[in-house]
């Protein structure tokens, strides 16, 4: 029933800009806390940032102001803005949800971001 649908990624130039889109139903969105990882070829999944039922929002100090983390809980939706997108910015990106109650844990299916001219 929960289903977590990315949107977004594709392909960028280096120093350009995306916007990812999480789009959450199946499950209270509005006391859940979203966050979103990536994971580049090879390597371990991390996280970017994440966003709780407050707003309070933490970064991955890799981040470095480049990312900023949003969510909407009338439209159940959370972003991710990027900007400054390096080579080394290309993953996948996944959103994940951890839902208040039953501390249950979903993913989002990812999308691809490819930095690259």
């Known amino acids: 029933q929960v289903q977590l649908v990315e949107s977004g990624g594709g392909l960028v130039q280096p120093g350009g800009s995306l916007r990812l889109s999480c789009a959450a139903s199946?499950?209270?969105?509005?006391?859940?806390?979203m966050s979103w990882y990536r994971q580049a070829p090879g390597k371990e999944r991390e996280l970017i940032a994440s966003?709780?039922?407050?707003?309070?929002?933490n970064y991955a100090d890799f981040v470095k102001g480049r990312f900023t983390i949003s969510r909407d809980n009338v439209k159940n939706t959370v972003y991710l803005q990027m900007n400054s997108l390096q080579s080394e910015d290309t993953a996948v990106y996944y959103c994940k949800a951890n839902l208040r109650l039953s501390r249950m844990t979903y993913w989002g299916q990812g999308t691809l971001v490819t930095v690259s001219s």
């Open positions: 199946g499950f209270t969105f509005s006391t859940s806390v």
């Open positions: 966003i709780n039922i407050g707003g309070s929002i």
